[in-house]
Nanobody
Framework: QVQLVESGGGLVQPGGSLRLSCAASGFSLDYYTIGWFRQAPGKEREGVSC????????YYADSVKGRFTISRDNAKNTVYLQMNSLKPEDTAVYYCAAEVLPYITTAQAMGVLALHLGSWGQGTQVTVSS
């Protein structure tokens, strides 16, 4: 019923850029907080970024702050993650997740999304290598 589909991943050299997309179907993104997560082989899943539904406020993990930008286009029912200055340690499968999460900060929302109770996509592979 509720589906999220990530796209835009691929192979890029260090210092390069990619833009990931999270397209929603079955619901409108207008009322949903959207988070991006990533998981590298043998490592824990990491919260990357989040954008709220109420006021558009954002959250970024320290590891990506200043390099990544999250945005939403409600007309296209899509959330984006612009990734610049990519590093090899950014290599991972990237997932988006969605939940209706009013009245909490984006940092708190990241923790709630991480419980994996909401809608998640299938992931898109990002590989940063020379």
């Amino acid at each position: 019923q509720v589906q999220l589909v990530e796209s835009g991943g691929g192979l890029v050299q260090p210092g390069g850029s990619l833009r990931l997309s999270c397209a929603a179907s079955g619901f409108s993104l207008d009322y949903y907080t959207i988070g991006w997560f990533r998981q590298a082989p043998g490592k824990e899943r990491e919260g990357v970024s989040c954008i709220s539904s109420s006021d558009g406020s954002t959250y970024y993990a320290d590891s990506v702050k200043g390099r990544f930008t999250i945005s939403r286009d409600n007309a296209k029912n899509t959330v984006y993650l612009q990734m610049n200055s990519l590093k090899p340690e950014d290599t991972a499968v990237y997932y988006c997740a969605a939940e209706v999460l009013p009245y909490i900060t984006t940092a708190q929302a990241m923790g709630v999304l991480a419980l994996h109770l909401g809608s998640w996509g299938q992931g898109t592979q990002v590989t940063v290598s020379s």
